[in-house]
Structure formats: structure tokens, C-alpha cells
């Protein structure tokens, strides 16, 4: 006598109190995944507000180089010339020191100057914005060239008349006088954005705001599916 067969239990469907198997296999990552914070994109707030400071900063340095361009003119060592009168009446400037350094001098004092310039404003703009941001390095180094070409007219322009074969008659024959400022070296331009970014960037690595680090035994999720970096 066989035993009567009994029907197979009905499907398990799943009560909704109970995760499925999506949820299952999701919920590991949720204890890992960090919510989404918000960034702003190019044209966000923060951007704009960034691109703002920087252009302040391109400006404030660049108007600074008309301090510079006076303390050149000051500070600068003189070039002596003469004037003289040649077998045709016509009227020659040489230099009285051929083998001096005051040329030398000038293009020397100007890049030193414009490296102090540089730290000095670095500095400063460390000090104001911790934080940093490539608009403020950009603006930087943009306004140290500008202020470098701002100072340069302005020695020059504040120095001896460039016409020197004016001047030596002015002065008369066999008169020293001083040579008008002339920049020789015109990599001296670079030299106080070359020392503002090398400040900045230094003073931003060695004291600038670190990232919080996660907490201990907090995973970092490893994928953009929720699974945790080994």
C-alpha cells in the first residue's frame, strides 16, 4: 500500500517585513557608502567666489610693482657715460669705467628686489586664503609679471633721460653723467612670480588645512557598488 503523495509546498513569498534579496545584498554597502556631499561645479558659487579673490590678489600685486620699479630706481648702481666730441664734430657717449660691473648691478638689484616681492607676497596671500586654490596661485603669478613690467617702466622712467647723446651736451664735453636704467637680463621679469609660487606653494604643503582622516575601523568604499576597500 502506497503512501498518498501530498501536493508540494506553495512558493515562499517573501513578507514585507522581511529584506530582499536587492536589499540583502545592498545593505553591506550602506554601512560603508558616505553620503554624497554637494560640490560645486565650474560655474558654482564657490568658482566664482575663488575666481573674485583671485583677481583681487592679480591686482593688488601688480599695483605693488610700482613700489618696486621706485626702489629699483633708488637702489640701482649708476653707469657712468661721457661725451665727446669726434674729428667730425659730431658728438659720441662711451662708457668712462670700461670694465666695470654697474650694469651687472642693475639687473642684479632688480631681480633681488623682485624675489623679496615675491616672498613677501606670497606670504601675505597665504595668510589671507589658508586654503589655497589654483585661481589665487593663477593670480599670483600673474600679477607678478605684471608688477615686474610695471616696475621696469617705472625705473626707467623715473632714471636718466634715454637720450644720452642729449644729455651729454646738456652736461657738456668730457662730463660724467649717468646712463638711463636698462634692463639687460630680461629673466629678471619672472623672478617675482617664479619666488611667489615657490613660497606659496611651499607655505600651503609645510601649514595649509589637511583633509580629516576617516575614523578608526571606518571602511572607505572601495567600487561604486557599496563594497568596502580591502
Known amino acids: 500500500m502506497t503512501a498518498p503523495l501530498t501536493p508540494p509546498p506553495p512558493p515562499h513569498e517573501p513578507s514585507p517585513h522581511e529584506p530582499s534579496s536587492h536589499d540583502a545584498w545592498q545593505a553591506p554597502g550602506a554601512a560603508y557608502a558616505a553620503p554624497a556631499e554637494p560640490r560645486y561645479g565650474h560655474g558654482g558659487p564657490g568658482m566664482k567666489t575663488e575666481l573674485l579673490e583671485g583677481t583681487v590678489i592679480m591686482v593688488a600685486v601688480a599695483l605693488a610693482g610700482a613700489l618696486l620699479g621706485v626702489l629699483w630706481w633708488w637702489l640701482a648702481p649708476h653707469v657712468p657715460l661721457v661725451g665727446d666730441v669726434d674729428e667730425q664734430g659730431s658728438w659720441v657717449v662711451y662708457l668712462k669705467d670700461t ?81 638711463p636704467l636698462k634692463l639687460g637680463a630680461k629673466g629678471a621679469l619672472l623672478a617675482w612670480s617664479f619666488a611667489g609660487l615657490v613660497v606659496h606653494l611651499g607655505l600651503t604643503a609645510l601649514f595649509g588645512p589637511r583633509d580629516p582622516e576617516p575614523a578608526y575601523g571606518a571602511a572607505v568604499p572601495g567600487d561604486g557598488y557599496g563594497t568596502p576597500a580591502q
Not at 666695470?100 to 623679496?116: F, H, I, N, R, S
Not at 642729449?166 to 646712463?179: E, I, L, N
Request: no cysteine.
Open 99 to 179: 670694465e666695470g660691473e654697474q650694469a651687472v648691478g642693475v639687473d642684479g638689484t632688480l631681480t633681488l628686489l623682485a624675489l623679496a616681492f615675491g616672498f613677501v607676497s606670497a606670504l601675505a596671500v597665504f595668510l589671507w586664503r589658508r586654503r589655497g586654490g589654483v585661481p589665487l596661485v593663477v593670480g599670483l603669478a600673474v600679477g607678478g609679471v605684471l608688477a615686474s613690467l610695471l616696475a621696469w617702466r617705472v625705473g626707467t622712467w623715473l632714471g636718466p633721460t634715454s637720450d644720452v647723446i642729449a644729455h651729454a651736451k646738456a652736461v657738456g664735453k668730457g662730463v660724467t653723467f649717468s646712463a
